[in-house]
């Protein structure tokens, strides 16, 4: 079975997590705290620093 296959070879390239989990090791987990800083004027988070925060992400995968 070709999907088969495929997964063994894909479960070579992931690494057992703490919690006995896989996952991809290119993946990226990122918090941030929404200071008042990143608020535009309705106190809400300003797209612009919402995209920033993705792009930083993207970069480091």
């Known amino acids: 079975m ?3 296959s ?4 894909n479960l ?4 057992l997590e703490d919690e006995g989990h896989y996952r991809n ?6 918090s941030q705290i ?3 800083c990143h608020a ?3 106190g809400e ?9 993705m792009d930083c992400t ?3 995968s």
């Open 45 to 53: 988070l300003s797209i612009g620093q919402l995209l920033k925060w």
């Open 2 to 4: 070709a999907s088969e």
């Open 58 to 60: 993207a970069c480091l």
């Open 25 to 30: 090791p290119s993946e990226v987990k990122m």
């Open 40 to 42: 535009n004027h309705c």
């Open 12 to 15: 070579h390239n992931l690494h």
């Open 6 to 9: 495929h997964f063994k070879e």
């Open 34 to 36: 929404v200071l008042p």
